[in-house]
């Protein structure tokens, strides 16, 4: 039977009860939704994503990831962090201040490095090819 690993950031759980959630649930045949809360890192496969909220706390150690995800208007010197990283993409969702995701974009066209914003492009979808290092 399939499985589905949903992490989030909620404080209650009426994810579950999510109408996308559960359509995708049935569209996929997928049996049992597990979930846990969003992780400093995620990885699938060789990707690796670093995530950073609005704590902006990050601990890299000659960890680079391929991605970075910001969420929750994290403060931080997003040049410098490239500059340091060498992300091959950097990902950011609606939860960030409007102002934080103009100077974002603004740095990244700078260093021109890749960047989704699902505020204007929707869900990023991962493809194996999408990303390469």
């Known amino acids: ?26 569209g996929e045949n997928i049996k049992q939704i597990n979930l846990d809360s969003m992780p400093d ?12 909220d609005s704590m902006g706390i990050y601990n890299l150690h000659a960890f680079k ?15 410098r962090l490239i500059d340091s990283v060498q992300p091959s993409m950097i990902l950011w969702d609606g939860s960030n201040y409007t102002s934080y995701q103009k100077r974002w974009a603004a740095s990244c066209r700078a260093k021109k ?21």
């Open 65 to 79: 990831p391929d991605v970075v995800y910001l969420r929750d208007s994290p403060r931080l010197n997003l040049s």
């Open 1 to 26: 039977h399939q499985s589905l690993q949903v992490y989030h950031s909620r404080k209650d759980n009426p994810i579950l009860e999510d109408q996308a959630l559960l359509n995708y649930k049935v």
């Open 41 to 52: 890192v995620l990885q699938t496969g060789k990707l690796k994503i670093l995530i950073i």
């Open 113 to 133: 490095i890749p960047f989704h914003q699902t505020r204007e492009k929707g869900a990023f979808i991962y493809r194996y090819s999408t990303i390469h290092r």
